[in-house]
């Protein structure tokens, strides 16, 4: 895949999905040549689709389908959606979508960095092994406190993070698009090192001002064909 050009918001969408009985009752040839187009569409779609394994970590969900295309005009979200569906609603006989969570890129109003080593490009041409994805709201009272008191509890928050410079971080800005007003998104090598970094986290002053972060999914990376594979 060429190069994908940077530019100021990226769109990220993650969407979970399994498959239903009747595809399981397709011979494998019909399977296969299933996947083949579901796949170039999904290409077609957006300059960046990833595929990662979820199940057996949760036993609902299969697959996760992260895609990730730069934002360079108000008509960009519309036109990637009407191409995701064009791709995935002839297959909904099969497929069953367990949940979508989407949202866009912002530079962080706590971090004077432009970008952190630790941040996560979605375009990039390698992935670590794991992902782990999660909604994340914030209580009204935390919107309440002045930007000093935030800014504190943020700062012990980067540092503790900082420590973990394995783990890379994605975090994405849903307010007034969906449920949830953050999705959060971590790659790491290790997932008992990632457990660890989260417990820490629990221990912070901001952890009483989270109203909500589940749930959590946690998935494995492969190739696209290679994760497809394992359900052929």
């Not at 005009?73 to 609603?89: K, M, P, V």
């Not at 994605?170 to 953050?182: A, K």
């Amino acid at each position: 895949m060429a190069e994908v050009e940077k530019t100021n918001r990226t769109l990220n969408h993650f969407a979970f999905l399994s498959f239903k009985d009747t595809y399981w009752s397709l011979p494998p040839s019909e399977r296969s040549a299933l996947f083949e187009g579901w796949l170039a569409g999904l290409r077609a779609s957006a300059p960046k689709v990833n595929l990662y394994q979820v199940f057996p970590a949760d036993g609902r969900i299969d697959l996760l389908v992260w895609s990730a295309l730069p934002i360079e005009q108000g008509c960009d979200t519309g036109r990637f959606f009407e191409a995701y569906a064009r791709s995935t609603n002839p297959l909904r006989r099969y497929l069953e979508v367990s949940a979508v969570l989407w949202g866009y890129n912002h530079p962080s109003q706590y971090s004077r960095a432009q970008r952190s080593e630790q941040e996560i490009d979605p375009f990039a041409r390698e992935h670590k092994p794991y992902l782990i994805v999660y909604p994340f709201v914030k209580t009204a009272a935390w919107y309440l406190l002045g930007r000093d008191a935030r800014q504190g509890m943020m700062n012990e928050h980067i540092r503790i993070g900082k420590q973990y410079t394995d783990i890379s971080q994605l975090l994405l800005y849903s307010f007034g698009l969906q449920d949830q007003e953050f999705i959060v998104v971590y790659e790491t090598d290790n997932l008992a090192r990632f457990s660890d970094l989260v417990g820490e986290l629990r221990n912070t002053d901001s952890r009483s001002y989270t109203l909500r972060d589940t749930p959590i999914y946690t998935a494995v990376y492969h190739p696209a064909e290679e994760t497809l594979a394992l359900w052929k």
